[in-house]
Every structure is written in C-alpha cells, then in structure tokens.
Antibody, heavy 123, light 106 residues
Framework: EVQLVESGGTVVQPGGSLRLSCAAS????????MSWVRQAPGKGLEWVSV???????SYADSVEGRFTISRDNSKNTLYLQMNNLRAEDTAIYYC?????????????????WGKGTTVTVSS | DIQMTQSPSSLSASVGDRVTITCRAS??????LNWYQQKPGEAPKVLIY???SVQSGVPSRFSGSGSETDFTLTISSLQPEDFATYYC????????FGPGTKVEIK
C-alpha cells in the first residue's frame, strides 16, 4: 500500500527549530518529486517546499532561508528542517507525493498525502 | 508569483444540485490547474489534474474545464459525501493554492 506518515510535530518556542519526518512506504521517495504543504488552524492550504527527484529544491517565499527540505534514500524518508520558527508557522504540515504526467506538457499534481503532523509555535 | 482566487468562498446546496466553483489565476497558466477536495480532519484528495483530467477513482460527477486564467470545477449532482472544501492549485510555476470554497448543506 502506498502511504506517507509524518512525524515530529510538537510545541516549540518562537525562534526555535524542529525537524519533521515523512516516512514513505509502497514507493521510493528518490524516484519521485516530494512536497510539503501546510494548513494553519482554520485556514486554507499553503504550499511550502518541493524536492525534485533530480535533487533540486524550491521554497515558498514565506519560508525561504529558514526551512530546508531533504531526503534520506536509505530510510525512504523526506524531511523538513525548520529554523527560526515564528507564530505564523503554526500549522498542520502534510507531505505529499508529486506525480508527473507527460502529455503535451509536464503536468504536476499531488496524488498521495500523509495525515499530517501538527506544529505549534508558542511561548 | 502567481496568485489564485476562487469564487464563491462558500455556498449552500442541496443533494442533487449542480454545483460550479470558479478559480482564476493572476496570469496565464495554460492548463496547469488541479482541484482538490478536503473534508474536516482529513488530508486533501486530488480530483482533477491538468484542468480537465479526472483522477482515477474519482466519481464521474466531478468535471473540470478552462484554460489560461479561468477554470471551473463542476459537480453535476451533489451527493452527501461531497460536502467539503475545494481548492484549486496552479502548477505552472511551483505551486499555489486558491483560498478554498466550502460547500455546505442547504
């Protein structure tokens, strides 16, 4: 069964750091693009970061310079290192597999999602 | 950056109704547009990709259309399990989600 399980969410003080993990099963992280998406309490979805299987990465402006996405192929796990956390980073963090469909163009969408892990930034 | 808007932000409808949700991009995104459904306490689920392609396993009452800057998600006959929040997402340049449309029971 294809599955993603996030972990690592907790309460952390402003300015603190945290590393989230996303363990994959049923498929290989290194062969896929992978992404993090977050959702603040009562709010909509916000894309955070993507790790392309060619090893390039991209970030939303709101987290650029503070968050780092990475992966451990031996553990089939995706990570999100979050530094200098702010109250506005409080959210459920989801990881998702990004599928590529090759047609006239290359189409990307998120087809498998984890259940999420909750990060609360508060003193 | 590409900005996404959706209308309406919420709607009330009855079982069996035809429902249409609109999504607009701040610039031409061709057909790099996906639609997701999210129920309370659950992760999002993809419904439509590339503006009009229905994801495997998604009921045929869901359809998508549009190109460039204007897109539509249509539910042809609303079912009880369709009450949820719907998000559009552009994938032309990285990813951006729309603010969501909450579909509630009338």
């Amino acid at each position: 069964e294809v599955q993603l399980v996030e972990s690592g969410g907790t309460v952390v003080q402003p300015g603190g750091s945290l590393r989230l993990s996303c363990a994959a099963s049923g498929f290989t992280v290194s062969s896929n693009h992978m992404s993090w998406v977050r959702q603040a309490p009562g709010k909509g979805l916000e894309w955070v970061s993507v790790f392309y299987n060619g090893r390039s990465t991209s970030y939303a402006d709101s987290v650029e310079g503070r968050f780092t996405i990475s992966r451990d192929n031996s553990k089939n796990t995706l990570y999100l290192q979050m530094n200098n956390l702010r109250a506005e980073d409080t959210a459920i963090y989801y990881c998702a597999r990004v599928i590529t469909i090759v047609g006239v163009h290359y189409y990307y969408y998120m087809d498998v999602w984890g259940k999420g892990t909750t990060v609360t930034v508060s003193s | 950056d590409i900005q996404m808007t959706q209308s309406p932000s919420s709607l009330s409808a009855s079982v069996g109704d035809r429902v249409t949700i609109t999504c607009r991009a701040s610039q031409n995104i061709n057909n790099y547009l996906n639609w997701y459904q999210q129920k309370p306490g659950e992760a999002p689920k993809v419904l439509i990709y590339a503006a009009s392609s229905v994801q495997s396993g998604v009921p045929s009452r869901f359809s998508g259309s549009g190109s460039e800057t204007d897109f539509t998600l249509t539910i042809s006959s609303l079912q009880p399990e369709d009450f949820a929040t719907y998000y559009c997402q552009q994938s032309h340049n990285l990813f951006t989600f729309g603010p969501g449309t909450k579909v509630e029971i009338k």
